[in-house]
């Protein structure tokens, strides 16, 4: 089993930038592919970036793109979440996700084990 702790969430201004960082514990966090998720109020959560084991591949969300970037320092067992040119409709909980599946995991129940999420929110 693996434990995660997300930190770095706060209120900033469109345009501004943010780093995201999830903490892991328990299981050698460097088997594990991460992912990072969203959820806005009403809304379900939606997937945003996701890394290999080894940090060599990654793969975002359309919406996501160009703006941000998903790494890892699998020396330190902490996945971070670089978020530039943040825009209102990136307002959201943040949640950072673990799986042993060595697929580009998209979706909620492809992974298994998940952070408690720090907020986010950016205004205009």
């Known amino acids: 089993q693996v434990q995660l702790v997300e930190s770095g969430g706060r209120l900033v201004q469109a345009g501004g930038s943010l780093r995201l960082s999830c903490a892991a514990s328990g299981r050698t966090f460097s088997s594990y592919a991460m992912g990072w998720f969203r959820q806005a109020p009403g809304k379900e959560r939606e997937f945003v970036a996701t890394i290999s084991w080894s940090g060599g591949n990654t793969y975002y969300a359309d919406s996501v793109k160009g703006r941000f970037t998903i790494s890892r320092d699998n020396a330190k067992d902490t996945v971070y979440l670089q978020m530039n040119s943040l825009k209102p409709e990136d307002t959201a909980v943040y949640y950072c996700?673990?799986?042993?599946?060595?697929?580009?995991?998209?979706?909620?129940?492809?992974?298994?084990?998940w952070g408690q999420g720090t907020q986010v929110t950016v205004s205009s």
């Open positions: 996700a673990a799986t042993r599946l060595r697929i580009i995991a998209t979706i909620t129940s492809n992974y298994a084990y």
